[in-house]
């Protein structure tokens, strides 16, 4: 098709929103380890899971068979205020770059939590008030998930209750405020509001937290309070599941036009917006029906991919969650404080790890300096301020079109842009006064979180 004939924005008509998720380990030949009881060291059963999750989300997270998933109505409901999400054409950052590739972004950030967490807040808020649950627990690192569940329980009349990484609590208090004015009581993480955040202030006296610390004081809370539940934004089967809408729907927006893509790019914290955005184009690679170079981006400070260990860890850094197998930087690493927002998580996603285990993706760690200049850069030339997690796949997609330049190929590239970064601006303001720096963790610093790997002979 003419390039001329391809719109700057590529929308779908209502009709075209996918009504199914697509589980994507249903298509993988070896599927992620299963979670592990911290106690027993054995395989999760459903009824163990029972208490901290929904049950509905149980079942979704140990489903490894089931292709498709059929969306709820209430939530296709909602999803239809935001969604479908437009494919945007990068044509003003091609001509910036002078390259001869083409570079598409799908656009998350068109709903007032600024991302692409409402995805799958609004579909655990809807099993929890099925349930007839009176509320949920989360953590939130840079405040976007935090914000979207907010928003979700609102909708559902749900009480919600978020441990807000400290860090992150004070560089944003703007988006600590939406949070509350959705409804949501917000404690900066760690506490003194838990067993368990009492326990890591005494170790860590003065930290700045971390999400690990978070999701440890929200399951305390969950599971020692009647009628509540755990909720989390990224890294469990569940959430990228319900974030697979993503990349159903920049498939169907790039079928429409005849587009292939050749590389796919995302940001990689928890995997929520890499997993989501890939699973279609994944699930044909697996399948073996198409080829794509599948690219995960993370920040150098927290590069859990690039130099992790693939072993059995805790998600959270108390040590009460089940075990996952995962790319980690161990649950006691303490990421800086540093501007990554959602990226500084110590673990990935096990289907992800899996996956790059298996080499069906590659991952790159950028340092925030880089990654601000092309927040920089793009914003200048696309109109749109991107979150500081989003712009780690804007620097490599910049990246990756300048070797195209170079080369004269004319690859198509497409990255996901997760939202927005109006709620960024200390960070933004620090780029701009020349004040940010680069902080890359040293051997030494990464061996002291490695150690506390728990031993699992599996």
């Not at 009480?159 to 988006?175: A, H, L, T």
């Not at 080829?291 to 040590?319: L, N, Q, W």
């Not at 992800?352 to 914003?379: I, N």
């Amino acid at each position: 098709m003419e390039e001329k004939k391809i719109p700057y924005k590529i929308y779908l008509d209502e009709s075209e929103m996918p009504k199914q998720w697509y589980n994507l380990r249903a298509d993988m030949k070896t599927k992620p380890a299963p979670l592990l009881n911290p106690a027993t060291l054995q395989p999760l059963k459903a009824e163990e899971l029972a208490p901290i999750f929904c049950e509905e989300l149980v079942k979704q997270e140990l489903d490894e068979d089931t292709k498709f998933i059929d969306i709820p109505e209430e939530i296709l409901d909602f999803y239809k205020m935001y969604r479908p999400a437009p494919l945007v054409r990068a044509y003003y950052l091609e001509k910036a770059l002078g390259t001869p590739a083409k570079i598409y972004y799908k656009f998350e950030g068109n709903n007032t939590s600024g991302s692409h967490k409402l995805n799958s807040a609004i579909a655990q808020a809807y099993y929890a008030k099925k349930q007839g649950l009176k509320g949920v627990t989360t953590e939130t690192g840079a405040g976007q998930w935090g914000t979207a569940l907010s928003m979700a329980c609102s909708y559902f009349g749900l009480d919600c209750k978020v441990f807000m990484v400290k860090c992150s609590y004070e560089q944003k208090p703007f988006r600590r405020e939406v949070m509350r004015t959705y409804g949501a009581d917000v404690t900066p993480s760690p506490s003194e509001n838990t067993e368990i955040g009492k326990k890591i202030l005494a170790e860590h006296p003065g930290t700045t937290g971390s999400l690990g610390c978070a999701i440890s004081e929200a399951v305390e809370v969950a599971t020692t309070n009647e009628g509540y539940r755990y909720v989390l934004g990224s890294v469990l089967n569940q959430v990228l599941l319900h974030q697979s809408i993503i990349g159903l729907e920049t498939k169907i927006a790039l079928d429409k036009y005849d587009i292939k893509p050749d590389i796919i790019i995302g940001c990689a914290g928890g995997g929520s917006n890499l997993g989501g955005l890939i699973s279609p184009f994944m699930g044909e690679k697996l399948r073996g029906e198409a080829d794509y170079r599948i690219i995960a981006v993370e920040p150098a400070s927290c590069p859990s991919f690039t130099r992790g260990k693939f072993a059995y860890d805790f998600a959270d850094t108390g040590m009460i969650c089940p075990l996952a197998k995962m790319y980690t930087l161990g649950s006691g690493f303490i990421p800086s404080a540093n501007h990554a927002g959602g990226l500084r998580f110590h673990g990935m996603s096990s289907t992800l790890s899996q996956l790059y285990h298996d080499k069906y993706m590659e991952a790159v760690a950028v340092e925030q300096t880089a990654v601000f200049d092309a927040a920089t850069q793009f914003a200048r030339v696309e109109g749109i301020l991107p979150a500081p997690e989003s712009s780690h796949a804007i620097r490599v997609a910049i990246d990756e079109a300048l070797k195209c330049k170079e080369t004269g190929e004319e690859k198509t590239i497409v990255f996901g842009l997760t939202g927005t970064g109006y709620f960024d601006m200390y960070a933004y303001q620090s780029f701009n006064d020349g004040k940010m720096g680069d902080y890359i963790p040293t051997d030494e610093e990464l061996a002291v979180g490695f150690a506390g790997l728990p031993k699992v002979d599996l």
